[in-house]
């Protein structure tokens, strides 16, 4: 089998990418080699068993797909995007890479012919709906996007429930919730206190909050993300019907549950290391995200997270990105 | 004020031309002038009292929305689009037309400048639905569309409310029922033996219903469905808020309903022209169409049907399209 990882310089892409390298297989499929694409090219994983490719190219690119496809991967995971604050920012740059790109993508898996028709495991995100909407989002819940980003991601999800419709691809939409805890450094996202709270502070680092305790939220760990891709790439399609597109199972947890999960899991004297430092712009944005979910259907589906609590989530935090050790 | 109405040759853009022309102004406003455009030109509208410029152009080709836009009209009715059929049948040709062309009118909007910002009334469609429903459909039900047509109005659905979120285009897509009855020649349309049933008895013309009396669908007359889009281009948008897409106003009624309808009408004689030749094909494609929906969004915002019955239907088509006489 071999497999394409569209975005696979990203967080979730490295991350998907070590998985499926262990594990070598995807389901009952030997893995026997990988492409990995992103805009700068992925770093070559050591010690891999089996042929990776690293690609450089631009998702925007009307020719990026083509090469990448006429390899005929049988899987396809498409990460390939700008994230919400960038796509906001940069109008034309968010449709060319966020709409466009995957259209160029499912239209040359399309050109590719001779019955090809490849499992497409697309990201897309909790984004594709915005306030006002009810304290759970159920399964049937409308796409009311209030960002450029959500909107691209819901007609990725429409594109790819069409092409799946008419044959051309076998396609799924999974929309991930708030990736938490993220590693790496805080960054510019106004989602970003919602790792910064928790990673920083147990780093040894001061997090600035800028929204209040009761605000909830809807989280997944990076591990549950990776699992639900795998899931994706792997689950009987026969069953699923037409309509592709599922939210994903999470945990809905208030920035106040969050903080005491942090004291219960790592002490007091971390939690300190958290300022309370309003923004109203963020408390502005913030307020119009989605706080919890019904996600029936995903979980029928056989969709499962990798934590019960958000203590996990924080105990997954400290052991896969810190070695199972945090500044006390 | 300066209107342009685009796929203007179609039967609604005929019937909202006449309806602009008789009036004169929309809303408040005088109109000054009209451009009508098609992909053939439309008829120039006799004894216009304004002048009413024709244009013939491709709407799926990237050059034709600027000259149009260039006149900087007041409001744009974008009725453009192949049917649903056809975009079936003609993947590449609808997405070109009934997505791209979208996308070039509202990019050639926005690269106007200037402080340009016309309002955008987009026709779309209950095609964005697709069994299973439930069955009265809400305001809040998601985007389920089983055809490319369907998919393609959603996705021009979810531009729009972007563009207009932006500040680049003040939106409102408005989802018409079946158009009931529609006047002409019967046509290879999945859903023509709606108005079939209706049209042709009265003109002394056999008539073939497809599917059993108790298939139920949502109905509007012709002159309902001018209402709607005058109302959508002269309603105060303030309160609409960022949701710009609405499930306009109709009837719901069965076949079995419709045919009592025209026999309390018309009478049995012309009830004896319909002849009922069940087509599998058809009884397929119905089933997963729309029945009935709860349209409190567009009620509240004013929208109003001109029919309350069925009865109210057949006699706007006699009045209308058969100057008050029918074949008994």
């Not at 920083?200 to 001061?206: I, M, N, S, T, Y």
Request: hydrophobic share 40%; proline share 6%; with cysteine.
């Amino acid at each position: 089998m071999h497999i394409l990882i569209l975005g696979a310089a990203g967080m979730v892409g490295r991350k998907l990418t070590e998985r499926l390298l262990r594990d070598g297989r995807l389901g009952k499929t030997d893995i026997t080699s990988m492409t990995l694409q992103d805009v700068v090219a992925p770093t070559k994983p050591a010690n891999a068993k089996i042929p990776v490719k690293v690609v450089a190219s631009d998702f925007a690119d009307s020719g990026a797909a083509a090469p990448l496809v006429a390899e005929r991967p049988d899987v396809i995971f498409h990460l390939a995007a700008i994230v919400s604050g960038e796509a906001e920012a940069e109008f034309d740059k968010g449709y060319r890479i966020n709409l466009d790109g995957t259209r160029y993508l499912i239209d040359a898996i399309r050109a590719v012919g001779g019955g090809y028709k490849p499992r497409l495991v697309f990201t897309s995100s909790i984004a594709v709906f915005g306030a006002p909407f009810p304290e759970k989002i159920g399964d049937e819940f409308f796409h009311t996007p209030l960002t450029s980003y959500g909107t691209q991601k819901s007609i990725c999800e429409l594109l790819i429930n069409d092409y799946t419709r008419k044959g051309l691809l076998e396609g799924i939409s999974i929309r991930l919730p708030t990736i938490c805890v993220r590693p790496g450094k805080p960054n510019k996202a106004a989602s970003g206190f919602f790792s910064n709270i928790i990673r920083e502070p147990l780093a040894g680092e001061e997090a600035v909050l800028p929204v209040s305790d009761d605000v909830k939220h809807w989280h997944a760990s990076p591990k549950s993300a990776v699992g639900f891709l795998v899931h994706a790439g792997t689950m009987d399609l026969q069953s699923i019907g037409p309509r592709r597109n599922l939210s994903m199972p999470g945990l809905a947890a208030t920035v106040g549950e969050q903080i005491a999960a942090l004291e219960r899991v790592a002490g007091k004297k971390v939690v300190a290391r958290i300022k309370r430092v309003p923004d109203p712009t963020i408390i502005g944005i913030v307020s119009g995200w989605p706080r919890d979910f019904v996600t029936d259907r995903a979980l029928k589906l056989g969709f499962t997270t990798a934590e019960k609590t958000f203590d996990d989530i924080i105990r997954i935090h400290i052991e896969d990105e810190l070695g199972g050790k945090f500044a006390a």
